[in-house]
């Protein structure tokens, strides 16, 4: 069983920065495609950015050029830079695993943008 522990949300002014990180127990963490998606108020659950065990990215447009995901096998580890923060952004940010078809979640930390 994965388990994810997700750190780093908090409250922001519109154009400031959060780093937001997701550890990873319990599972293969250097072959595993971890994925960042949130969820505001009355909104479905979507896809932020993606990053494969090779490095690729994917980012959704809203946040392309403002967000950059990472990972740290070393420390089974993902993170989200998050620059130049928009209310939009405002939502709950869950951390997944994929590994062979299998999702774990995390269970999601707040991110408030707001003057």
């Known amino acids: 069983q994965v388990q994810l522990v997700e750190s780093g949300g908090g409250s922001v002014q519109p154009g400031g920065s959060l780093r937001l990180s997701c550890v990873a127990s319990g599972g293969i963490f250097s072959i595993s495609t971890m994925a960042w998606y949130r969820q505001a108020p009355g909104k479905q659950r979507e896809l932020v950015a993606a990053i494969t065990s090779g490095g690729s990215t994917n980012y959704v447009d809203s946040v392309k050029g403002r967000f950059a995901i990472s990972r740290d096998n070393t420390k089974s580890a993902v993170y989200l830079q998050m620059n130049s923060l928009k209310p939009e952004d405002t939502a709950v940010y869950y951390c997944?695993?994929?590994?062979?078809?299998?999702?774990?979640w995390g269970q999601g930390t707040q991110v408030t943008v707001s003057s």
């Open positions: 997944k695993f994929g590994l062979w078809g299998a999702d774990s």
